[in-house]
């Protein structure tokens, strides 16, 4: 399960994780992905998966790195209760995917399916800035958490100290309609109803 290297396109500018492969599935290469978001499109709108070595790949990350394919050509994917379970043509039997346990998955962001009107991707909301009506900055988005009933966005202050604790250092605002007034993904900006003494 070698990847010739001259036949691998260039990692994407726009290289998004999206998930990790978990396990080997079946006996024929067939192996899981624990995908990072609840609908994961991304996986299913690409048939070229990127990979990397886990961050912590234990004792030889070069071993690791060596017999992992840069590139798979998915040939299936579909989901399976939380987890998506793919073939791609570099992985010929069970071995093969055994041998990705730990990988990351990257896709290109291009890949990504259009969102519907109102609906954005997490990557696209991180890095925006944060105003309140009055044209405040509040801050910058660090992350989106998911409560279940809807996403929070987790703004990090431009005034924070280094080591402020969390609460000091963000503030944490709904991403929902109440408090959201506009998202500006070209001016890289979004308008909140939101005090700075929230």
Known sequence: MTADHDDVPAWPDDAVEVGRIVDAWGLQGGFKVQ?????????????????????????????????????????????????????????????????????????SRQSFPT??????????????????????????????????AHCVLRVQRPDAAPDAKADEAERLIPFVDAYVDQVDLAGRRITVDWGLDY
């Open 35 to 107: 995908p990072f978001s609840a609908e994961p499109q991304a996986l299913f709108s690409s048939r070229r998966w990127f990979l990397k070595v886990p961050e912590v790949a234990g004792p030889k990350p070069g071993a690791v790195a060596a017999r992992l394919p840069r590139l798979l050509k998915i040939t299936q994917a579909r989901e399976q209760g939380a987890l998506v379970v793919a073939r791609a043509q570099e992985v010929p039997d069970r071995n093969a995917a055994e041998a990705l346990k730990g990988a990351r998955v990257f896709v």
């Open 115 to 148: 969102a519907k009107d109102g609906e954005y991707y997490w990557i696209d909301l991180i890095g925006l800035s944060v105003v309140n009506r009055e044209g405040v900055l509040l801050g910058t988005v660090a992350d989106l958490l998911d409560t279940g």
